[in-house]
């Protein structure tokens, strides 16, 4: 894979469950128009994958092909975080980008602002400042570490702004 010269920028957005994907494809639209100046580049984690929904929605969506897939597939919270997690930093690393947008509160939406934020790349949040203020679930806890992290906080509504 060739990566352009230092002079265009490169934002990853990571996809990880299937909602990501419709969150995903209007960002992926909005740069499209800038493709002279920044590289559009998708990260699917493999959060949840299955081969013919994930093709149809990349199809009915009008998205391209994922340019990296982590394969981090299912098990525990703590299994699939760290598998996003040390997968995503060796691309990262090999390939680092200028900005990662993450969408909503899956655990692969932590794990890659976690990942992007240790890694000193700018990290913004799409759908950020979401509180159900009930920390027995996953999904508040991803929501506050990766609002917590986030350069750039985008918010459905100004009520929703709980960070």
Do not use: W
């Amino acid at each position: 894979m060739s990566f352009p010269s230092h002079s265009m920028k490169t934002v990853y957005s990571v996809v990880g469950a299937r909602p990501n994907f419709m969150k995903v494809a209007p960002v992926h639209r909005a740069f499209q128009p800038h493709a002279a100046t920044v590289r559009h580049v998708i990260v699917h984690t493999g959060q949840h994958y299955d081969a013919a929904m994930s093709d149809a929605f990349f199809k009915d969506l009008e998205m391209p092909e994922p340019s990296f897939f982590l394969n981090a597939g299912s098990g525990s919270h703590a299994e699939q975080t760290t598998k996003v997690m040390v997968a995503f930093e060796e691309i990262c690393i090999k390939h680092p980008p200028d900005l990662v947008i993450v969408v909503g509160d899956v655990n692969s939406t932590m794990a890659a602002a976690v990942t992007a934020a240790k890694c000193r790349v700018k990290v913004a949040h799409v759908e950020a400042g979401l509180r159900s203020f009930d920390r027995t679930m996953p999904e508040e806890i991803n929501r506050v570490v990766t609002d917590a992290v986030a350069d750039y906080a985008f918010i459905l509504r100004k009520a929703a702004a709980g960070i």
